[in-house]
Every structure is written in structure tokens, then in C-alpha cells.
């Protein structure tokens, strides 16, 4: 039917008025009535997210049915490609991937409203400032980036194509995840807001925030892990983090939403977290709305800015700074200190500081990544931020969060002494100047002495969690049923899979480029490389080179590896399809270059030892997260008035 | 001051002189590793520093490209002056002849740019901020 896409548009209007509706619902508590402002508002963001998924779901079927008169759909695929990525390909592009926004906070305002059953002022203000977010984005979509927009009345024949490198199971699942974890801090945020606009106790809106904290703060992990290990495939340069602005974007939240997770659990048992669980809920998705910002604007060189346009920026940065802006004002103005007896060797004194530890870290990114734009705008210079900023000075304060990590969990409340941690600490410290001593006839291999300590610090976290986690098991199958501890072991312990994946594989990763003709070999550290010949390969929208590669291993089954460069024709663009063969150790890593002479190709090979546990590590930690979440219950009562 | 006035007073200036150590180290190791953007108008001027860790952007000149084994030659302008680029490895996938491009690298006196790095754009429709920016003031 020619007029679905019109419903789709129209479809998103409506739900923008709904949650304007809502906003001046919560507004106008006092003359309706609670009750009754609280059913309106209920049925009005049920009938939000309605029409959000009813505007996504036509998008979604304009992309099955090759709809080119929408122009958004004739910018980002083609009738050749496979069904799958047709329906993906809604979010390949700016206005879809903004749309995919907007339905997932529709999504999370429909759970906080599922969830939250009984009337009080505290759910009508959340459920409000959900709403204010949703009109937000839903006016940010209408107004700058419809997706809706025809190609009237010279209708193309065929689409221009989803951009080749998105092409990719990654593509499936890295956006909708990252976003449910970016977005799904809304919830804290909004919560908090209402708590500041009616303030109570602190300790229910602590218990309340856990479950969404907690979901949000996993599909974020996932998120991040997945993007992480999609690019070190896909992109053919064998990296798995490259400080890249947007990376950054997402790596603020996470930073900031770790610190969240933890103050939330503090601030149930001890009220004086109260402060620190406001700001960090509040910093939480203004990093989140920031990282928008900066993607969608395309103000910093990144891989994944899209064309910009300058009156998106504008918007958002304006909606940001109105949100954000009276968020950290209410806040100041409603800030209470508490009175606190803070001693720095105690459970509060660590969380403390590993609240403040992770919000100079977010400090220190925000400043390596926002500086090229400050450059630009003040000395009129265009500069980049190197990894090497990142690097020098994140990884001292990351080794310090470890080694907190491998003895706060099991440090009292209130105040602890010393003298309990004497002897562990003494056999802990012993038995490592021991293995720093004699580590050259121990490992393998030749590492610098900060890699050395790294692993150092790794192993012991490794070590103390896995016998807190054993410990913790027996208990949990003994019917002591504590999620909470199972998963914050099992977090820590994919914190320090993480660490040895990433002192590993830095410390030891070869890279090669190399000229090869069929029936020619490379041999780096004891493994030949053998290129046994090129065939031509195709599919539906592209051709291309396929290669195979005999790898052979001291001792070992020889690998068979098959590296393809793909030339996608509605795009005129080649694709690196690298072959990797992975185990637990080691990687083994081929990129085709390009044809250099009469069937000659450049090659790239690496070697990526532990590159594996950085991903293995990834998971555990939102493992951890999603065990947390499936072990919280959404607390009964109410936050009063 | 009474005693307590006075721990304060200490407790606050040692939280001050540690954050403003903690402040200068990042903002020194932040000094250390911008590399600053140029054009090839500005190596004619002789604006560019030599043997300095630069970024040097321009659209890559029709015909200018030439491979001798891995390493390959080609020239970026910014449509006033242009620049020779040598670069020892594979090059990215979108890397085309008439597009722009990032090099990361140094400028030699020989008045090569010797790039260990080559970044070219993942989407046909986008251009690097700087890129654009310079176009637009040279052209």
C-alpha cells in the first residue's frame, strides 16, 4: 500500500504528543489528582511506546520490501541483499539508528511504567521525565533526520547500498545491545531527577535504581565487547581498541555507570551514598547524551561519523545542555551533606575512592577527546589526540583500581584494621617479588616491567577471586542464595581475564606486511605461512579474490585460511574479509592487501597471542552484570510521598 | 585556628597541591602527544615543522600513485600546493585516488612526508572535519 511510510511518520508525531501529553500530566499532578494523573500518564506512555514501535516496525517493512521511493531505504540497501541485512540495515544510517533510539527508550519507559504499579509522586515525576527524554529525540527525529522522507516522484530502481563494511553479523547485534545499555541509563537519570524534585529516602530510591542500573550496565558491556571484537575482524588492521572519539563515547558511560553500579548497592545499605548515587545517575546519561552528541554531529574525525549536518549538532547540543543543564542545577540547589564519619580504610572509604578513580578516568577520556574540538574552536589549530595520552594515563590508575579490587570486597563496613590483612598481604607481597624475581626463567616470554607488574596484579585478582568464587559457589548450591556476591566475583574475574588479554596481547602481538605470489611463503616465529593459490569468488552484490593460506605450526595440525578481498559493485568499494583461526592462545590473523604486481599480493599477517581472553573477559564481566540483574528484585515499596 | 581548623586547613591544602600535580601531569602528557594538523599549502609556506609527529590531510591526486614493492608514493593537495607522501605498508580498503585522505607521520627535509600511518574515510558521503575545513578556506 503506497501510503505505509506516511504511517510510519505519522505514527512517530503521534508519539511525540503522547509524551508531551505526559509531561504536562506530571505537571498537573496537583489539580488532577494523583490517582488519576497516574493512570493518564500510564496509559499515555503505553500508547508512546505503541506508536514508537508501530513507526519503527513500517520503517522496518519498507526495508523488507525494497521501498526505494523512502529515501532513507534507497540510501542504505539494495534488492540483493540478503533479508536479514535489509532489515538491519535500519540502523546503517543516521535517521534509522536514531529511530532505533527512540524505540528503545520507548521500550524502557514501558518497563518502568510495567514495573512500577501504585501511584506516588515519586513514579509520576519518573515517568514524566522519561517522557520529556522521549519528546526530546522523537522532535530531534522529526525535525532534522526523518527517516520518512520520499523520493518522489523519480522513485529509484535500485538502493545505493548498506555500506559494505556493515554487512556483517556484528552489524546484527553490536548497535541494538550498546544501545539498550547507552539508553537504559535514562532510567537512573530520571529517577534521580525525580527524587530531587521530591525528596525522601534515599535508600528505597537506591533499591529502586538497582534493576535497571544493573540491566543497562550489562548490555553495555555486551555492547562495547561485541564492537570491540567485530572491528578487530571487519576492519582488517588487527586492533581492538583504537581511542577513537566515538569509542570514547562509549567507554564515558561505562566508566561512569560502574561507578553507578556500585554506589547503587552502597547507597541501600548506607545513606551517605545518597549524594554520590544522584550525581553519578545524573552524570551517567548526560555522558550517554554527550556520546550522541558527538557521534551524530560528526564535529570529530571518526571511522564512524556519518555525513554531518551541522543543524543535527545544533539541536542536540541545545537539548543537552537545557536537560543536563537543569539536572546539575536541581541538583546543586537540593544537595544535603550528610553527615559521615569517612574513614579511608573501611568498605564506604574504597567505594569512595573508587567512585572518584573512575570519574577522573571518565575526566581524563572527556579531555583527550573533546580537546581537538576545544583546539579548533579557541587557538583555531586542528590537532588529534594520540592513543598514546590514553594510554599513559589511564593504565597507571586502572593497575590501582586492580589491586583494590583484589581486597575490597572482603574489607567491613564501618572501619576494618589492618592487622586483619597483615598476613595475606605479607604472603601475597612475598610470594610476587618472588615470581617478579625468577618470572625470566618462569614465562615464555621476554615483557617489560610494567607488563610484568600487570600480570602480577592480574594473577593475584585471578587468584583471591577464584577462591572467594569456589568459596561463594559451595554456599550459593548450599541454598545461600546471594547473586550479588556470585556476581561481583565473577565480574572482578572477568576484569583481570580483560587485563591479561590486553598486557598480553600488546606486549607480544607480531604484525607482518609481506609480498606473496601463489606458491610463496613467509615464516614468522616458527610459523610458515604459505600462499597456495587465488581463486575468484562472488556473491549477490560483489566479487572478488579469495586466497588460501597453509599455516604451518611447529609440531602442530596444519591450518587452512581463506582471506578474501570483496569488491562490492553498488558501491564501487573493496571489503578485507580477513581469515582468522583462533584458539585460546593465539590468533592467527591474514588480511589480503591489494594486487601489487602480475599476481602478486601485499599481505597482512599477525599473530595475536591472548587476544581471545580481552573478549572472554568482556563477557564475563557482563555475565556478571546480567547475573546481578536476574538476581534483583524490584523492591516493594514505595518511595513514600 | 584551633586545632581542628588547622587539620582542616593542611587537609585541604595537601587535596589542592595533589590535585594540581594530578592536573599538570595530564595536561603534560596530554602536550605530549598532539600531533598537529597541516596541509600541503602549509609545507609550502614552510609552516610545517620537519621531524615532527604531524597529521597531513588533502585529496589524493589522479595518477600519482606508484608502488615499488610495498611501499607506495602518491601525492596529496588541498588544490593550491601539493605534497609527496611515502608510505611502507597496505594501504586501507577506501583509499582512491581523487578522495581525501589522513596520513599520520613526519615531514622530512627532503620535503617527503614519511607516513607510518594512512586513514581514508568509511563512508563515501563523509570527509574528515579537517579536510573539508581546509578545502573550503584554500579553494
Known amino acids: 500500500m503506497i501510503w505505509i511510510p506516511e504511517l510510519g511518520h505519522l505514527a512517530l508525531i503521534f508519539s511525540l504528543y503522547l509524551s508531551l501529553f505526559s509531561c504536562g500530566l506530571a505537571l498537573a499532578k496537583n489539580q488532577l489528582g494523583l490517582a488519576l494523573a497516574w493512570k493518564l500518564v500510564r496509559s499515555n506512555i503505553i500508547g508512546q511506546a505503541f506508536f514508537g514501535i508501530l513507526s519503527f516496525g513500517v520503517l522496518l517493512l519498507a526495508f523488507a520490501q525494497d521501498d526505494f521511493s523512502v529515501a532513507y531505504v534507497a540510501h542504505n540497501s539494495t534488492t540483493e541483499l540478503a533479508l536479514i541485512y535489509k532489515l538491519c540495515a535500519l540502523w546503517g544510517g543516521h535517521e534509522g539508528s536514531m529511530l532505533l533510539w527512540y524505540l528503545i527508550l520507548c521500550l524502557w519507559s514501558l518497563w518502568f511504567i510495567v514495573k512500577a504499579k501504585a501511584s506516588s509522586v515519586f513514579n509520576l515525576n519518573t515517568a514524566g521525565v522519561l517522557a520529556l527524554l522521549g519528546a526530546g529525540f522523537s522532535l530531534f527525529i522529526l525535525k532534522t533526520s526523518n527517516p520518512f522522507t520520499r523520493l518522489l516522484p523519480n522513485i529509484p530502481i535500485n538502493g545505493a547500498d548498506l555500506n559494505p563494511l556493515l554487512q556483517d553479523p556484528g552489524f546484527i547485534l553490536h548497535p541494538p545491545i550498546l544501545y539498550l545499555g547507552y539508553v537504559g541509563f535514562a532510567l537512573p537519570f530520571a529517577m534521580a531527577l525525580a527524587y530531587l524534585l521530591a525528596p525522601d529516602n534515599i535508600q528505597v530510591l537506591a533499591q529502586k535504581m538497582q534493576s535497571p542500573v544493573r540491566w543497562a550496565w550489562s548490555f553495555l558491556t555486551l555492547g562495547i565487547t561485541l564492537g570491540s571484537w567485530w572491528a578487530y575482524y571487519e576492519l582488517g588492521w588487527g586492533g581492538w581498541w583504537f581511542w577513537d572519539p566515538v569509542e570514547n563515547a562509549s567507554l564515558m558511560p561505562w566508566l561512569g555507570g560502574t561507578a553507578l553500579l556500585h554506589s547503587v548497592r552502597a547507597a541501600s545499605k548506607r545513606a551517605q551514598f545518597g549524594n554520590w548515587l544522584l550525581f553519578l545517575a545524573l552524570f551517567c546519561f548526560s555522558m550517554s547524551m554527550l556520546g550522541t552528541f558527538l557521534v551524530r554531529s560528526g564535529i570529530l574525525t571518526s571511522v564512524h561519523a556519518f555525513a554531518a549536518d551541522p543543524g543535527r549538532g545544533r539541536f542536540i547540543l541545545i537539548f543537552i545542555t537545557l536537560t543536563v543543564g537543569a539536572a546539575f542545577l536541581l541538583y546543586g540547589l537540593r544537595y544535603q551533606a550528610m553527615p559521615w564519619q569517612l574513614r579511608l580504610f573501611s568498605k564506604e572509604g574504597l567505594l569512595v575512592t573508587l567512585n572518584t578513580l573512575l570519574v577522573v578516568c571518565v575526566a581524563i577520556v572527556l579531555l583527550g577527546t573533546l580537546y581537538p574540538m576545544f583546539a579548533d574552536a579557541w587557538f583555531n589549530q586542528q590537532l588529534s589526540v594520540g592513543p598514546p595520552y590514553f594510554n599513559k594515563v589511564l593504565i597507571p590508575i586502572f593497575l590501582l583500581l586492580m589491586m583494590l579490587m583484589s581486597f575490597a570486597p572482603y574489607i567491613r563496613w564501618s572501619q576494618d584494621s589492618w592487622q586483619r590483612f597483615k598476613r595475606p598481604l605479607i604472603y601475597i607481597g612475598g610470594s610476587s617479588v618472588i615470581f617478579g624475581g625468577v618470572s625470566r626463567w618462569l614465562l615464555p616470554w621476554q615483557l617489560d616491567a610494567l607488563a610484568l607488574f600487570g600480570l602480577l596484579v592480574a594473577a593475584i585478582l585471578i587468584l583471591v577471586t577464584l577462591y572467594s568464587l569456589v568459596k561463594g559457589l559451595k554456599k550459593f548450591f548450599y541454598g545461600q542464595r546471594r547473586f550479588d556476591t556470585l556476581a561481583m566475583h565473577c565480574g572482578h574475574l572477568g576484569i583481570s581475564v580483560l587485563a591479561v588479554g590486553i598486557i598480553l596481547t600488546s606486549a607480544l602481538s607480531v604484525e607482518k606486511d609481506v609480498l606473496l605470489k601463489p606458491g610463496e611463503a613467509t615464516v614468522i616465529n616458527g610459523t610458515t605461512f604459505k600462499l597456495e593459490g587465488l581463486e575468484s569468488t562472488w556473491g549477490p552484490n560483489f566479487e572478488g579474490v579469495k586466497a588460501n593460506f597453509s599455516v604451518q605450526r611447529a609440531n602442530k595440525a596444519m591450518i587452512q585460511l581463506f582471506p578474501e578481498k570483496r569488491f562490492y559493485m553498488p558501491r564501487e568499494m573493496p571489503i578485507t574479509e580477513t581469515a582468522i583461526y583462533a584458539n585460546i592462545f593465539m590468533d592467527y590473523y591474514i588480511a589480503l592487501g591489494e594486487p601489487v604486481a602480475d599476481n602478486q599480493w601485499s599481505v597482512k599477517i599477525c599473530l595475536k597471542p591472548f587476544v581471545r581472553w580481552l573478549w572472554l573477559g568482556g563477557l564475563m564481566i557482563a555475565l556478571g552484570g546480567l547475573i546481578a540483574a536476574l538476581g534483583t528484585r524490584w523492591p516493594t515499596t514505595q518511595v513514600i510521598n | ?139
Open chain 2, 1 to 139: 585556628m584551633s586545632a581542628l581548623h588547622y587539620k582542616r586547613f593542611f587537609s585541604l591544602l595537601a587535596m589542592l597541591i595533589g590535585f594540581s600535580i594530578a592536573v599538570a601531569l595530564i595536561l603534560f602528557a596530554l602536550n605530549q602527544n598532539i600531533n598537529l594538523f597541516y596541509a600541503p599549502d602549509d609545507v609550502q609556506q614552510g609552516l610545517v615543522p620537519f621531524e615532527q609527529k604531524i597529521r597531513m590531510g588533502g585529496m589524493v591526486e589522479p595518477d600519482s600513485v606508484t608502488r615499488q614493492q610495498l611501499s607506495v608514493k602518491f601525492t596529496v593537495t588541498d588544490y593550491k600546493s601539493s605534497t609527496q607522501i611515502l608510505f611502507n605498508g597496505i594501504l586501507p580498503d577506501l583509499f582512491k585516488e581523487g578522495q581525501g585522505i589522513v596520513a599520520l607521520g613526519s615531514l622530512k627535509k627532503d620535503g617527503i612526508f614519511y607516513a607510518e600511518q594512512v586513514l581514508a574515510k568509511h563512508d563515501e558521503n563523509y570527509m574528515p572535519p579537517e579536510i573539508s575545513a581546509t578545502l573550503a578556506k584554500k579553494q
